[in-house]
């Protein structure tokens, strides 16, 4: 059975990068991480160089000082390698909104791509506020960065707008000056190893995947739970909520695969225009089936009081209406999937960090040989080394044996997400990517539930930390004679 990535085939890259944002948080704790990651897997090697530019006026060196300093948090190698590694790294300061600071970057990268050999490939790394997507995406384009014969690939952190019409406009800023096929739109699960597997487990286990339907399928359950708060995030999550945060992107692209139809489609565009089908068929909420069909909570302290509650969080409005927890019944409109619960929660202060699938079949999957009432997990996260389990037990000591995870490869990246996807970005594949498209379904869906509950006072908070959330989630899947299946 083959995996969907053969990290084994190890040939160099060229590019010259130039991240915006460069000083910021996602840079140091995940992007440079990963590109050492890259480094060391013989993917990135003499060809490649990197700018950071944000708008604090730092030397090179200093900037490398702080590069080698957030890999030692990750990394044990010799300090000579990291060293050695952030020789490629050059510091450009810069202000989103002044043109002048545009040529000086262009003229940095023209020089970087001649010592460097990069072959006039570029990436362009969104690390920056959500506000500046447009702005920097036009300047990139109207200052002339881009190269005439290498590539100019975009890449776009979340959020992607905070409803339809604000990622409509985003969307229609950043088209303006790159074309559809150079956006890279990065939902991080994406870049996760059971995620990126899931098309390869459906095809590989014929069995599996001929009762992945309302025949046979019960309900399915999506859950991603967080055991920490919001942290020192308060004033990103005020003008968020779990509901943008997780369930439009997260839990949507994770219920994609899992989903969409043909599983072995191997071109992007096919994967893609399953995913895009499935979504475009998602059953429409009124504002009533909103109220029935959709459990908002927030957190209040702990039992025994030593955790804070959301609205006492720094940055967080002492009456705040934001949700830190969400659970809701998606249903679609499509013959493999009509009459089928899709189950989704995710949540902060929860008992556990959890993230998985939990897949109910009914009795009648006994025709198809599969014990009645069967329930697969997919965990996300790989735990205890257990990736598939069934009726709880890990699927290799299962006495049931319709499925089966795909052979184990040696990856010399260990699949870390977003190194995965920066290998993505690098070799031009965009399968693990967002399309505008899915995004735009997806948000038609969520702005109707913000809708309805802005419409309404929240009688917040409605859950103790520590604890499953609110008790209507349970009510939820009770009224349809169903339970979660991680509780
Ligand atoms: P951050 O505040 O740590 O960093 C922001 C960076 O932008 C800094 O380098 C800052 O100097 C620079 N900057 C700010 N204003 C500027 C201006 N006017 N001109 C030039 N540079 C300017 O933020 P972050 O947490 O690194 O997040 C960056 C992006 O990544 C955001 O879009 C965020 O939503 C997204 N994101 C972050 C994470 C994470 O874990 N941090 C996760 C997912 C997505």
Redesign the pocket.
């Known amino acids: 059975m083959m995996l969907s990535k053969e990290f084994k085939m190890v040939k160099e890259k060229s590019a010259n990068f130039i991240i ?8 140091h ?2 992007l440079y991480p990963s590109l050492f990651r890259l480094y060391k897997a013989g993917y990135l090697k003499d060809h490649f160089a990197v700018i950071g ?4 006026p730092w030397s090179d060196d200093y900037f490398r000082e702080t590069i080698v300093a957030s890999l030692k948090e990750y990394f044990t190698d010799d300090e000579k390698i990291m060293s050695e590694f952030a020789k490629h790294f050059f510091y450009q300061s ?4 002044d043109s002048a600071h545009y040529i000086a970057l262009k003229n940095l990268a023209a020089k970087l791509n001649d010592q460097f050999e990069a072959e006039n490939n570029r990436v362009y790394y ?5 506000k ?1 997507f447009g702005v920097v995406a036009e300047h990139i384009n109207s200052e002339g960065l881009k190269t005439k014969d290498g590539y100019n690939r975009l890449v776009i ?3 992607f707008g905070r409803d339809l019409d604000s990622a409509c406009e985003l969307n229609g800023n950043i088209a303006k000056a790159f074309p559809e096929d150079d956006i890279y739109r990065i939902d ?1 699960y994406l870049g996760k190893e059971m995620i990126q597997d899931i098309p390869n487990i459906r095809a590989n286990n014929p069995k599996f995947e001929e009762a992945l339907n309302n025949k046979y399928v019960s309900n399915i359950q999506v859950t991603l739970a967080e055991s920490l708060g919001v942290e020192d995030r308060g004033g ?1 999550y005020e003008t968020s909520g779990v509901l943008r945060d997780m369930i439009q992107n997260h839990i949507m692209q994770i219920v994609g695969a899992i989903a969409s139809d043909d599983p072995a489609a191997k071109r992007a565009k096919d994967i893609h225009k399953n995913k895009t089908d499935l979504f475009a068929s998602l059953k429409n909420l009124t504002p009533e089936q909103v109220d029935t069909n959709f459990v908002r909570g927030q957190y209040d302290i702990d039992e025994s009081g030593t955790e804070k509650a959301y609205r006492q969080e720094d940055n967080v409005a002492e009456d705040s209406e934001i949700e830190t927890y969400t659970a809701g019944k998606i249903e679609f409109d499509t013959e493999r999937w009509d009459g089928v619960p899709f189950y989704v929660r995710s949540g902060k202060r929860m008992p556990n960090k959890a993230s998985r699938i939990d897949i109910v079949f009914n009795d009648k999957v006994a025709e198809l040989g599969i014990n009645a009432n069967t329930v697969v997990t997919l965990l996300i996260e790989r735990t205890n080394n257990q990736s598939i389990l069934i009726n709880g037990v890990n699927y290799a000591e299962s006495a049931q044996d319709f499925i089966k995870f795909p052979e184990e490869a040696e990856f010399t990246t260990g699949r870390e997400a977003y190194a995965s996807l920066i290998i993505d970005i690098l070799s031009g594949n965009r399968v693990h990517f967002t399309l505008w498209d899915e995004l735009r379904s997806t948000w038609k869906y969520i702005d109707s539930i913000r809708e309805r509950w802005d419409s309404q006072k929240a009688d917040f908070p409605n859950y103790m930390s520590g604890t499953m959330g609110p008790d209507a989630s349970e009510m939820l899947l009770e009224r349809d004679g169903n339970s979660w299946i991680w509780d």
């Open positions: 915006f944002g460069g000083s910021g948080d996602l840079a704790r995940k530019t944000a708008r604090r810069h202000d989103v909104n969104m690390a920056i506020a959500p500046f952190e979340k959020p991080h990103y």
